[in-house]
């Protein structure tokens, strides 16, 4: 066994710099640090990564239940843990900077300090989980191309111009300064209340391929909408709460999209919504209300139906997708009809993906109704 153990230590020790460099970059940075003691040639090998992943204890969504101590993690301890490796990191370019201190109050002028280093790092991808109001100077870095915050940004900035930055998720919806400081801007993720709306608020953002959107849950009705005017947008995702409507203007590129709204809500809505994504090829719907007709969806080629559906729905949007290839359904609520044929099973359907398939009557009617009805 031990020159087995002598092997593995000789392939390590083997192995070029900068791919154990990658290595230590992929877990935790409390973890790349703990390398330091396997050996004197290890000693400084953690100081080389690329990625400095900090969480205080219950701050960090994948390794709050697998946290194994590294010292006796105390405010003070935490604290002294970052200024060190950002004191030693002699990386050229931090690719990823993570600091999840939801849970930690930490002072303002600390946090500056570390923000300040990983931007004199040339740091890429931030990743902040913070309760502490941030510093301006990250709304000013020059090599930022992914910012990650749980919280909003607000107007009161002096200064915001992120010129590489290429992907945003933020809280809240964006304001004007924001958008028009992030000139590259491909990719916006919001967790937004209709609440927060004080009149329509409009996205007007010409570089703009990919949108998410995440509402929040509210007992009130909103008069205020949401106006989707993003002519490069490829993808559209919405979840949460209808609780007014998303009038959609211009999304002449739009190839994909997801929607998983689960709770009933105005139809008027859902019509506008479907109707304002007709064009897509692809779409991943959750839930919908049934409604007196569906608009026709001409480009349609995959279709996913996630949860339990009505044969009288599975059926409607069959027929409103003339090009349909590709189904995928997770289950049936009863199968009642088997006379109606939609024209795209007689063409060009050819896969149908029936994930949850338990044995009831309904299932097997609707596989007898495929195998017997489907041509293509």
Known sequence: ?????????????????????????????????????????????????????????????????????????????????????????????????????????????RLSNWIDKAIGLNVREVDICASTRLPSSLFTCKTLTKLRLNQSVGKSLSSIYLPCLKSLDIVGFPNSKLIHGCPMLESLSSKVSWCDLKKDYIFNIPTLKRLELMFASTINEVNHKVVLRVPNLEFLSVVGVLSSSIVVEDVSSLVGASIACHEPTVIQRWVELLKGIRRVQNLSIQYCPIMPTLPIFPNMKHLELKGYWPSKLILRFLECCPELKTLCLDGIAGWFCKEMVPACMLTNLTTIKFSKCEGYK????FLEYVLGNAKA
């Open 1 to 109: 066994m031990s020159s087995i153990g002598e092997n593995v230590d000789d392939l390590l020790d083997r192995l070029p710099e900068e791919i154990v460099s990658h290595i230590l970059s992929l877990m935790p940075t409390k973890y790349a640090v703990r390398t330091s003691v396997l050996s004197k040639k290890w000693r400084y090998v953690w100081m080389s990564v690329t990625n400095l992943d900090f969480a205080y204890p219950g701050g960090h969504l994948f390794n709050e239940f697998t946290f194994t101590k590294l010292v006796d993690w105390d405010d003070n301890n935490f604290t002294r843990f970052v200024d060190r490796v950002l004191k030693f990191c002699k990386t050229s370019q931090v690719k990823l900077f993570r600091l999840h201190i939801s849970r930690y109050q930490v002072p303002k002028l």
């Open 362 to 365: 309904g299932d097997m009617e």
